[in-house]
C-alpha cells in the first residue's frame, strides 16, 4: 500500500550548480562517510558527512538512483537536506567517457615523488567507480 504524502518525507538534493531532486519520497538511503544512512518519515533530527556513493530514493515502491560526490546530509522537521559537492543521475553519466577515464587512471604509473598526484588520482578512480554504477541502472526500477 503506498503512503500518503502526509506520511512521506521531503527529499531535496542539491549540488552548487542546480537542484536535483525537491520531491516527497518513502525512504531514502545515503553513503556517508561512516557508512550506509537509511532514513524513513519522522527520522530523529540529524545530520552527516556524505561519501561518494549511491543515493537511493524509494517512492511507490520505485527506487531511483543518483551519484553523489561528497557533501553534507541534515535530517530535520521531515525533510531530508542534501548539499553535495556534485550529483548525477544516471541518464547524465557518458557510460563510454567514464569507462575510458577509469582504464586511464587504472593503468597510470606514479613515482615517489608524485605521491600528491596519486592520491587525487584515487579520487578520480572513486568517482569513475560510482559514475560506472550508477549508470547500469535503470532509469526507475522497481521494487518488490
Not at 542546480?18 to 531514502?28: L, P
Not at 519522522?42 to 530514493?57: F, K, M, N, P
Not at 511507490?60 to 537536506?81: C, Y
Not at 572513486?126 to 526500477?141: G, N
Amino acid at each position: 500500500m503506498a503512503a500518503t504524502e502526509t506520511e512521506r518525507l521531503r527529499v531535496r538534493v542539491a549540488t552548487p550548480k542546480s537542484v536535483k531532486y525537491d520531491r516527497k519520497a518513502d525512504m531514502v538511503i545515503l553513503r556517508c562517510i561512516t557508512g550506509d544512512w537509511g532514513i524513513l518519515p519522522r527520522h530523529e533530527a540529524s545530520s552527516a558527512i556524505l561519501d561518494y556513493g549511491v543515493l537511493r530514493i524509494f517512492r511507490d515502491g520505485q527506487e531511483r538512483r543518483m551519484a553523489v560526490f561528497g557533501g553534507i546530509a541534515q535530517v530535520k522537521d521531515n525533510v531530508v537536506t542534501v548539499l553535495a559537492n556534485d550529483a548525477e543521475w544516471p541518464e547524465d553519466i557518458d557510460k563510454s567517457v567514464v569507462e575510458a577515464e577509469h582504464e586511464r587512471l587504472k593503468n597510470r604509473t606514479y613515482d615517489n615523488e608524485n605521491m600528491l598526484e596519486m592520491q587525487k588520482e584515487q579520487v578520480k578512480m572513486r568517482r569513475t567507480l560510482v559514475q560506472m554504477e550508477v549508470s547500469t541502472y535503470p532509469l526507475i526500477s522497481r521494487v518488490d
